[in-house]
């Protein structure tokens, strides 16, 4: 068992062997400066795996604004089959309970946005 160790480890060599000649102080920085670059391409790897898993899930939100003012959103790029029903309540309300009885009878799901005399001033 030991062999096969020893020559596993003879080709998972992560610091080059000590040069003939070459002085312990010298030999010993060499292992530094790897150690460090070994850690500095290790850290970049992980940062940019981190990055791919964050930007590959979760929720997104979208906004849209100018100037600090909120603008509605017209269209958002996605792969799934979906649409954004909106009502701007910015007349009378003559149909409105209707629309909410039809909407709540099919499980939807809508943004009211209110305008003008509907937003209290």
């Known amino acids: 068992m030991k062999k096969y160790i020893k020559k596993l480890a003879d080709r998972i060599r992560i610091f080059p062997p000590r040069e ?49 003012r909120e603008l509605p959103i017209y269209c958002v790029d996605t792969p799934e089959k979906k649409i954004a029903l909106s009502f701007d309540a910015a007349w009378g309300n003559e149909d409105t309970t209707k629309i909410l009885e039809i909407l709540q009878k099919h499980d939807v799901h809508v943004t009211f946005f209110m305008t003008g005399g509907w937003v209290p001033g």
């Open 20 to 68: 003939e000649g070459q002085s312990g102080e010298e030999y010993a920085r060499q292992k530094v400066i790897l150690g460090v670059k070994y850690g500095v391409f290790a850290l970049t790897a992980f940062a940019l795996l981190r990055g791919m898993l964050v930007a590959a899930g979760g929720n997104v939100t979208v906004s849209n604004s100018v100037d600090g």
